[in-house]
């Protein structure tokens, strides 16, 4: 049985494991001391560029075209309200999406990444949308919050890394982004690419709105002096 798994044995079995486990969880100075072990000479700009590029090419690979078209139209259906939330890094990242998909179609709702983030489900409908950014080490946060959006009919779609946030496991949607670069921090490159993605299709299905709710905002933006104009 082992052979069929392209392994010689259950202890080369079991040491993958073992290894894909440790990767998952490891910490900054566990990936760094890693990559330290494994880098070519080079300049840092040339040895990250081309860990980097690849990470994009292959995060584009493993992705099944007709998923993509399946969550744009998930997300363009407004009557479907939108929840997006991500953890301590991928935070930024999760209302970096929510601001383009706000300013898209109404009902879509950043969530709180404190413990007020409960109070959210109260409006959250059977067929509503969680979209959730999450890579390794998983926070239990996150987690708990995917497997109760899911029990109360949810659509959950975890945005995540190689290893798949343990959300996947309720989602009929899953992406993953390759993360690991030769740094004690990953990279979320890969995953702004798939979100970025996702904006520009949602942007054209919806495009009508899309232009009315954004000449609504850069009035807006004009009466509160927000950018600097060049007159």
């Not at 069929?4 to 486990?21: I, M, V």
């Not at 998952?24 to 070519?40: F, Q, T, Y």
């Not at 949810?154 to 740094?183: C, K, M, N, Y």
Request: charge should be negative; proline fraction near 4%.
């Amino acid at each position: 049985m082992f052979q069929k798994l392209g392994f010689s044995g259950y202890g080369q079995l079991q040491a993958t494991l073992r290894d894909e486990l440790c990767e998952m969880i490891s910490g900054p100075v566990a990936k760094r001391n890693v990559w330290m072990e494994r880098l070519p000479e080079g300049h840092v700009l040339n040895r990250f560029a081309r860990r980097t590029l690849e990470d994009q090419r292959r995060t584009i690979d493993q992705v099944d075209p007709d998923d993509i078209d399946a969550l744009c139209r998930l997300l363009a259906d407004r009557d479907r309200r939108t929840f997006v939330a991500g953890g301590r890094i991928t935070g930024t990242l999760a209302r970096y999406f929510y601001l383009h998909l706000q300013m898209m179609r109404p009902d879509v709702r950043l969530m709180p990444s404190a413990a007020s983030w409960p109070h959210d489900l109260l409006d959250l409908n059977a067929g509503d949308v969680l979209v959730v950014l999450d890579v390794r080490r998983h926070e239990d946060a996150t987690l708990a919050m995917g497997q109760m959006c899911h029990e109360r009919g949810a659509e959950v779609v975890p945005v995540t890394d190689q290893w798949r946030s343990p959300i996947h496991r309720v989602a009929r949607l899953t992406f993953s982004g390759r993360i690991a670069v030769p740094s004690a921090w990953d990279w979320v490159a890969s995953l702004l690419l798939l979100t970025e993605c996702v904006i520009a299709s949602v942007q054209e299905t919806l495009w009508t709105s899309v232009r009315t709710r954004t000449d609504d905002l850069e009035a807006a933006f004009d009466v509160t002096g927000l950018f600097r104009k060049f007159e």
